[in-house]
């Protein structure tokens, strides 16, 4: 029998890893925090400047204004506001290592989607939805990307680490590799009717080795991207995206990944939720024309100006209003088709399985049981997300409008 105090160091041990975590996880949730503070709170209109506006979406610029200090040099507000959340949080945030020389803050509103359907879109566990989902927002400026690990820091909060690269502005330049954390948290009181989800790409300053061969062919660069997603109504949300950095070199990208991700939300997750059409019905199984003298949906009278179209998927008689086109991928291909919104509201609500829930159960919170895929085979991609993956690469090459 071993004696006694040789079993201290393996206490004393697991109470070191226990603090450890414990730490870890205060420090992810200051991150949460800080965007969930920096995007919700009221800016001052004259620390920011409108650079872009199309509709409810509006991207803004923190201005630098120089102010002169006591000894006569000069000071950038920009910095000093950075630095002062920073040293709010502690730790909490990356930025408190090196001030931000840009900050651009986007804002929009989503009519017609819920807090689910982002989050489905955005807190992911395989790398095949990974890639299909920064293909879906970010367009041909994403390159490659993948997910390394899932492990979770805390139990109510949603973790992977990733790597991704985007498309260099110019050609001879190399493109832009990130090794980044991923967090996301959905926050709310238990019985309050709107909740908020914060989710947020921090950068890894010290990439394990397996982290750092994905990126060594690209240049390696750090920013963070904070978004928060509010339930202003039923199914109306206000989406507010935030992106700042240290390095000046990443502004014209940062403009732009925050302009993709406000824009491009909502059509990433109508394709998200037509992704999962497996068939179509036959021509000869429509509905026919003199059987619908109205939409069957809103009951609008079809006129000369308001034409019938017939939903693939269920083929009932439809009008342009209550339907639309998506890029679905079936066996013969990427294809462009019609959709009802009563097939594309069934399509987004089919509840997971009680085998898929147990198997996420352990990995991730309550909160996202519902949405968060993983996989005890990282190698192998479902039919599903590999069809996802085929729509993504598809919309480069089929115009939506057409």
């Known amino acids: 029998m071993l004696p006694r105090h040789q079993h201290t160091p393996t206490t004393s041990s697991a109470a070191s890893s226990a603090s450890a975590n414990t730490d870890a996880a205060r420090e992810v949730r200051g991150i949460l925090h800080y965007y969930l503070d920096e995007c919700t709170r009221a800016r001052a209109a004259d620390e920011w400047k409108k650079i872009k506006e199309k509709g409810a979406l509006q991207l803004f610029q923190k201005k630098r204004v120089k102010r002169q200090r006591v000894d006569g040099t000069e000071s950038d507000s920009s910095m000093v506001s950075a630095t002062s959340n920073c040293s709010s949080l502690g730790s909490s945030s990356t930025l408190a290592l090196a001030p931000p020389v840009f900050t651009y803050h986007g804002v929009t509103t989503?009519?017609?989607?819920?807090?689910?359907?982002?989050?489905?879109?955005?807190?992911?566990?395989?790398?095949?939805?990974f890639r299909a989902t920064m293909k879906l927002l970010h367009g041909n400026d994403f390159v490659d990307g993948a997910i390394l690990?899932?492990?979770?820091?805390?139990?109510s909060v949603f973790?992977?680490?990733?790597?991704?690269?985007?498309?260099?502005?110019?050609?001879?330049?190399k493109d832009k590799g990130f090794c980044m954390r991923s967090y996301a948290h959905i926050v709310g009181p238990p019985n309050a009717a709107a909740r908020t989800l914060v989710w947020?790409?921090?950068?890894?300053?010290?990439?394990?080795p397996n982290l750092l061969y994905h990126v060594n062919k690209y240049k390696r660069m750090s920013w963070e991207l904070g978004l928060?997603?509010?339930?202003?109504?039923?199914?109306?949300?206000?989406?507010?995206?935030?992106?700042?950095?240290?390095d000046k070199r990443l502004m014209p990208a940062g403009a732009r990944v925050v302009w993709n991700m406000l824009s491009q939300l909502q059509p990433a997750i109508l394709t998200l939720q037509a992704s999962k059409v497996k068939s179509l019905v036959a021509e000869s199984q429509w509905i026919k024309d003199d059987d619908r003298p109205s939409c069957l949906q809103c009951d609008a009278e079809f006129t000369t100006f308001r034409r019938r179209h017939h939903c693939r998927t269920c083929g009932e008689v439809v009008c342009a209003a209550c339907s639309s086109i998506h890029i679905v991928a079936l066996a013969r291909g990427p294809m462009k088709i019609r959709m009802c919104a009563k097939c594309l509201e069934r399509d987004a609500e089919t509840p997971l399985d009680d085998a898929r829930l147990a198997a996420l159960a352990g990995r991730s919170s309550h909160s996202f049981q519902s949405t968060a895929r993983s996989s005890s085979m990282d190698g192998l991609e479902s039919a599903e997300t590999f069809s996802l993956l085929r729509i993504a690469d598809a919309l480069g090459q089929i115009d939506p409008d057409a």
């Open 110 to 129: 989503l009519e017609g989607c819920s807090l689910h359907d982002i989050q489905s879109l955005l807190c992911v566990r395989q790398t095949s939805d």
């Open 149 to 155: 690990s899932s492990s979770p820091i805390d139990a």
């Open 159 to 173: 973790s992977t680490v990733n790597w991704f690269a985007l498309k260099s502005s110019t050609v001879l330049a």
């Open 200 to 208: 947020t790409l921090q950068p890894m300053h010290h990439p394990t």
């Open 228 to 246: 928060v997603v509010e339930e202003v109504a039923p199914h109306s949300l206000r989406v507010s995206c935030r992106c700042q950095s240290s």
